[in-house]
């Protein structure tokens, strides 16, 4: 294609773009493995005596681990996401007891509570406790079907988001997290399968394993009634609930509703969530639990029946909005999930990918649409113009979209890839949204890589010849 003449303004613009490449570069790597780091840990590494003989580790990764002291032994619940990471709650747990570890009690596989297997049960042949594979012929360490979808058989699998470090993401996702377990337990140690609720009777503990969601589910979580403390695993953590999680399919609003209401009956006087200090007392668990359930039910009714109106995914992100009682709750924060993003997947489930929208149904390919909006815009170098103005007006979103025009246009365009990363280097230090920071990011450093590759990079979402 032809390539406009571009004024000196912005020639001078673009040329300080590409001096600061490298450095942007840097940044965006640091940004993904400190900053990211930094919003999902607790701020500070802790042992946390919730009641008794049970302790929890906080701080030490993005989840946390936790140990209930026995008679003549630990059981310890999840297994952070790396060795290094476990093997230190380790040695923090050691300066309380060195009675050994009689059983390791995984709440689910994602890599985040699975990570430091090794580092748990060393080579002592202990005990792994988890919830039983729906089906056989897959991994011991697969993906966690609980963001099976409400009409799906629970084995769909995405494409990830490229590997960030391991303490970059809570358990959904992204997060899900950034990677997950692959192959089978190691060898000298014996996963111990449950199916339905069961009574675990060890180190002179007696607790009890609840499967949560439906068959698919590896999900599970303990409860510990003689100090009526209840681990939640992923089930509540303190975050908006993730009912979608990016480049996943949506999570069964149903079943995890059910998995709150059982968690209710059990009225816990501790509630120890996956990622998060604990709440402590039997009001402020109970009410925790209650406003989580009703946040997801809530959020599930007004989209159903908004989609009985006829509204579509625009409309309904835009009236359906949580009460200011549950929107203040710090464990309600869109640190994870989102409200929006909740909504849009629902919708999805329900109608599809069509938003009622007759315009869309057989619209332009995004290269014809970015053409015409360069046409109406005075062309490519009006276009990229505006893109700097609305970065120097830190209007991220709006220069991102410009970006995206640019790049359809021409996808070897160096100035429109850095227009793009500045763009969502921008949206990334202002949100608080983990997965969407990670995304970012993510995008950020393969966008300074391509830039600096040059030439031969296809548009995304474009399939015009």
């Known amino acids: 294609m032809n390539h406009p003449v571009l004024s000196i303004r912005t020639l001078a613009v673009i040329g300080t773009v590409l001096t600061l490449a490298a450095s942007l570069c840097a940044r965006a790597q640091l940004a993904g ?34 140990m209930i002291e026995g008679t003549d032994g630990v059981v310890i619940i999840d297994a952070l996401g790396s060795e290094e990471a476990a ?48 089906a056989p012929d897959r991994m011991a360490f697969d993906r966690d079907a609980f963001h099976g979808a409400p009409h799906s058989d629970g084995n769909a699998r995405e494409k990830q988001t490229p590997a960030l470090p391991a303490d970059a993401l809570p358990g959904d996702g992204s997060d899900k997290v950034s990677e997950d377990m692959s192959g089978q337990l190691p060898a000298q140690v014996s996963a111990e399968l449950m199916s339905g609720r069961q009574s675990l009777q060890i180190a002179g ?35 908006f609930p993730a009912i979608h999680a990016l480049r996943d399919v949506t999570r069964q609003t149903s079943e995890w509703i059910k998995t709150l209401d059982a968690m209710l009956m059990e009225s816990p006087r501790f509630l120890v969530t996956s990622h998060g200090y604990p709440i402590v007392g039997p009001e402020k668990s109970v009410e925790a639990l209650r ?18 109106r006829g509204l579509g995914p625009e ?56 053409q015409r909006i360069a046409d109406l815009s005075g062309g490519a170098e009006a276009l990229l113009d505006n893109g700097l103005v609305a970065l120097d007006n830190e209007d991220y979103r709006w220069a991102a979209q410009l970006a995206d025009y640019l790049i359809s246009l021409d996808p070897a365009s160096v100035p429109a890839r850095h227009l793009k990363a500045d763009a969502l280097l921008g949206l990334a230090e202002n949100t608080a949204t983990i997965p969407a920071r990670a995304s970012y990011l993510e995008s950020v450093r393969e966008l300074r890589q391509q830039a600096m590759d040059g030439g031969g990079i296809v548009a995304p979402g474009d399939t015009t010849p």
């Open 33 to 66: 493995q400190d900053a990211l780091q930094d919003i999902t840990q607790t701020r500070t590494v802790t042992l946390f005596n919730i009641t008794g003989n049970v302790h929890v580790a906080l701080g030490y990764d993005s989840a946390t681990m936790t």
């Open 87 to 134: 093997a230190m709650a380790m040695e923090a747990f050691r300066t309380i007891t060195d009675k050994p570890v009689k059983a390791l009690i995984l709440t689910h596989r994602h890599r985040d509570h699975s990570g430091g297997i090794a580092a748990v049960v060393g080579d002592q042949g202990v005990p792994i406790h988890q919830r039983a594979l729906a």
């Open 205 to 239: 503990l007696n607790l009890v394993l609840v499967p949560t969601g439906d068959e698919n589910s590896e999900q599970l979580y303990v409860w510990y009634a003689d100090q009526e403390a209840l681990f939640a695993g992923d089930s509540f953590y303190t975050s």
């Open 291 to 308: 406003n989580y359930r009703d946040t997801i039910n809530l959020v599930l009714e007004e989209t159903l029946a908004g989609i009985a």
């Open 315 to 370: 409309e309904l992100v835009a009236t359906v909005e949580l009460p200011p009682d549950f929107a203040r709750q710090p464990y309600l924060e869109e640190r994870y999930g989102k409200l929006d993003w909740a909504i849009r997947a629902i919708y999805a489930d329900q109608r599809g990918w069509y938003d009622g929208n007759p315009t869309h149904l057989e619209g332009l390919q995004p290269r014809e649409l970015a």
